[in-house]
């Protein structure tokens, strides 16, 4: 098992286990809010899969944040590599379009002179999923995110989550390692 920590967190990786993540945008702002920008972090996602081998078994997208629940396999990469390899090439791809465009978002997620951030700093919610009761509610509260803030009618109508793949319907952009 390793662990690492900050500030107070701790982070504990253990094989085979189920981790239950969630980051935001930078100050919460809704940085989603264009479906071409969800769509390229579903793009980024199921690269970001296909490269370092973790188990996917349920996203959601939202307008200001992102929910995952991976299984990481910890002989080849740990959560903290996974997120750095989906989140860091992400912005970096939305920033450069912003900044060539000169969207007037920029001045809400600049930092510094010619600094700017997509994610909100820290390692955001990191939860360890111990049984199969656990895993069942976080991924029923995973697809019903888009249904309680009232996104859509049903969770398969919702397009950027892992829900459709669940219904059987299995169309969406990023393939899904069922649970």
């Known amino acids: 098992m390793h662990r690492s920590s900050y500030k107070t967190r701790r982070r504990f990786e253990i094989a085979n286990q189920p981790r239950f993540l969630t980051f935001s945008c930078y100050k919460r702002l809704p940085l989603f809010g264009n479906d071409a920008i969800k769509d390229a972090f579903a793009t980024r996602l199921e690269v970001s899969r296909g490269r370092l081998g973790f188990r996917l078994c349920a996203w959601v997208v939202m307008p200001e944040h992102v929910h995952l629940i991976i299984v990481p396999n910890l002989t080849e990469v740990s959560t903290p590599q996974?997120?750095?390899?989906?989140?860091?090439?992400?912005?970096?791809?939305?920033?450069?379009?912003?900044?060539?465009?000169?969207?007037?978002?920029?001045?809400?997620?600049?930092?510094?002179?010619?600094?700017?951030?997509?994610?909100?700093?820290?390692?955001?919610?990191?939860?360890?999923?111990?049984?199969?009761?656990?895993?069942?509610?976080?991924?029923?509260?995973?697809?019903?995110?888009?249904?309680?803030?009232?996104?859509?009618?049903?969770?398969?109508?919702?397009?950027?989550?892992?829900?459709?793949?669940?219904?059987?319907?299995?169309?969406?952009?990023?393939?899904?390692?069922?649970?």
């Open 82 to 179: 996974i997120l750095s390899a989906i989140k860091r090439p992400f912005a970096e791809l939305v920033l450069r379009r912003w900044k060539q465009l000169r969207a007037p978002i920029l001045k809400n997620v600049r930092v510094a002179t010619d600094r700017y951030r997509f994610w909100q700093a820290g390692g955001g919610y990191d939860r360890n999923i111990r049984d199969e009761g656990e895993m069942l509610r976080k991924l029923e509260y995973i697809h019903a995110n888009p249904v309680n803030r009232g996104l859509v009618d049903q969770p398969v109508d919702w397009q950027w989550s892992s829900a459709r793949w669940y219904a059987g319907l299995c169309d969406g952009p990023v393939e899904v390692d069922r649970w």
